[in-house]
Nanobody
């Protein structure tokens, strides 16, 4: 059973930094497509950063400020951690951040909610001005 679990959310001041983690298990590291999404109150969930097949995609709103990366800890078990390093945070970055995964996602769908069947429970980020 695929499992995703986010952590690292917190309350920070504007222009501060945070690093989110998403521990995953039972994923094929040879066919790994993962992404970070966020959802602010009253808004739709939106893609922030995604990767797959050696390619990384960022939403325009976070380019140059956020960085996605992944680290494998047990290839046989399909375990590892997905990260989202966030710098120069703005109040508009506030929301619940989710990680998502699938064994294949087309390039045009890397930041699309419907493309991912597996999701974590989310971690909250609050950025105050």
């Amino acid at each position: 059973e695929v499992r995703l679990s986010e952590s690292g959310g917190a309350s920070v001041q504007a222009r501060g930094s945070l690093k989110l983690s998403c521990a995953f298990s039972q994923l094929s590291l040879k066919r790994l497509y993962m992404a970070w999404f966020r959802q602010a109150p009253g808004k739709e969930r939106e893609g922030v950063a995604g990767f797959g097949k050696g390619e990384i995609t960022y939403a325009d709103a976070v380019k140059g400020r956020f960085a996605i990366s992944v680290e494998a800890s047990d290839v046989d078990a399909g375990n590892g951690t997905l990260y989202l390093e966030m710098n120069n945070l703005e109040p508009e970055d506030s929301g619940i951040y989710y990680c998502a995964a699938d064994s294949w996602v087309g390039a045009s769908a890397r930041l699309k909610v419907h493309a991912y069947p597996w999701w974590g429970q989310g971690t909250q980020v609050i950025v105050s001005s």
